[in-house]
C-alpha cells in the first residue's frame, strides 16, 4: 500500500533559527515529490517538485532533498521567519494510473 | 494573471442533500484535480481531469463525481450528503497531468459543512 509519513507531527522554533521537515515514503515506483506549504483556511502552494533522479532542489530559504535509495526527502528551512508557520505536507505522485499520495503534513509554528 | 477561483466558499447542507461545487482553473490550464481535506485524514485525492476526460480517481464512494467542461472548468458533486462528508474541498489545476512535473495551483476551497 503506498503511504507517505511526515515527521515530526508539529514542531515550534525560534524565529531565526533553522529547521528540517521528514518525509518517508513507500510509492514505487514515484514520479515525482512535491513540497507544499499550506496557511490556515487557504490553498496548498507549491514549494518544489523533484523528479526521482534529484538530489536537491531550493526555492528561496526552503531546499528540499532526495534520497530515492531509502525514500526518504526532507525540507530545510533556513532562517525562518514568522510567515513561515503553516502546515508543510510532502506529496508523492507514482507513474501512470496511480492516486497521489499525501502526507498528513508537519504543523510548524514561529515564535518570536 | 487570475488565480483557480472555487465557489461558493462555503456552504451548509442537510444530510441526504446533494451538493455541487465549481472550480475555474487558471487560462490555459486543462487538467483540474478535486481533494478533500479533513482534520483527521489530511489532504485525499479524489480524481483528476483533463480535456474533460476523468484520468484518475482516488478511493471515494461513487457519490462523488465530477466533470470538466470544454473551457475546462470544472464541478464536482456530491450526493446523499453525510456528516462525514463536512470537509474543505480543494481544486488545482496545471498544464498537464500530475504524473508529469507540472505545478499543480490550488483554489483557496470550499468550506462544506453538513448537519
Known amino acids: 500500500k503506498n503511504q507517505v509519513e511526515q515527521s515530526p507531527q508539529s514542531l515550534i522554533i525560534l524565529e531565526g533559527k533553522n529547521c528540517t521537515l521528514q518525509c518517508n515514503y513507500t510509492v514505487s515506483p514515484f514520479s515525482n515529490l512535491r513540497w507544499y506549504k499550506q496557511d490556515t483556511g487557504r490553498g496548498p502552494v507549491s514549494l518544489t517538485i523533484?523528479?526521482?533522479?534529484?538530489n536537491t532542489k531550493s526555492n528561496g530559504r526552503y531546499t528540499a532533498t532526495l534520497d530515492a535509495d531509502t525514500k526518504q526527502s526532507s525540507l530545510h528551512i533556513t532562517a525562518s521567519q514568522l510567515s513561515d508557520s503553516a502546515s508543510y505536507i510532502c506529496?508523492?505522485?507514482?507513474?501512470?494510473?496511480?492516486?497521489?499520495?499525501f502526507g498528513t503534513g508537519t504543523r510548524l509554528t514561529i515564535i518570536p | 494573471k487570475a488565480g483557480v477561483t472555487q465557489t461558493p466558499r462555503y456552504l451548509i447542507k442537510t444530510r441526504g442533500q446533494q451538493v455541487t461545487l465549481s472550480c475555474s482553473p487558471i487560462s490555459g490550464h486543462r487538467s483540474v484535480s478535486w481533494y478533500q481535506q479533513t482534520p483527521g485524514q489530511g489532504l485525499q485525492f479524489l480524481f483528476e481531469?483533463?480535456?474533460?476526460?476523468?484520468?484518475n480517481k482516488g478511493n471515494f464512494p461513487g457519490r462523488f463525481s465530477g466533470r470538466q467542461f470544454s473551457n475546462s472548468r470544472s464541478e464536482m458533486n456530491v450526493s446523499t450528503l453525510e456528516l462525514g462528508d463536512s470537509a474543505l474541498y480543494l481544486c488545482?489545476?496545471?498544464?498537464?497531468?500530475?504524473?508529469?512535473?507540472?505545478?499543480?495551483?490550488f483554489g483557496q476551497g470550499t468550506r462544506l459543512t453538513v448537519v
Open positions: 488545482a489545476s496545471s498544464l498537464a497531468l500530475l504524473d508529469s512535473h507540472t505545478e499543480a495551483f
Open positions: 481531469y483533463f480535456s474533460e476526460t476523468q484520468r
Open positions: 506529496v508523492v505522485s507514482p507513474f501512470g494510473n496511480e492516486k497521489l499520495t
Open positions: 523533484m523528479t526521482f533522479s534529484e
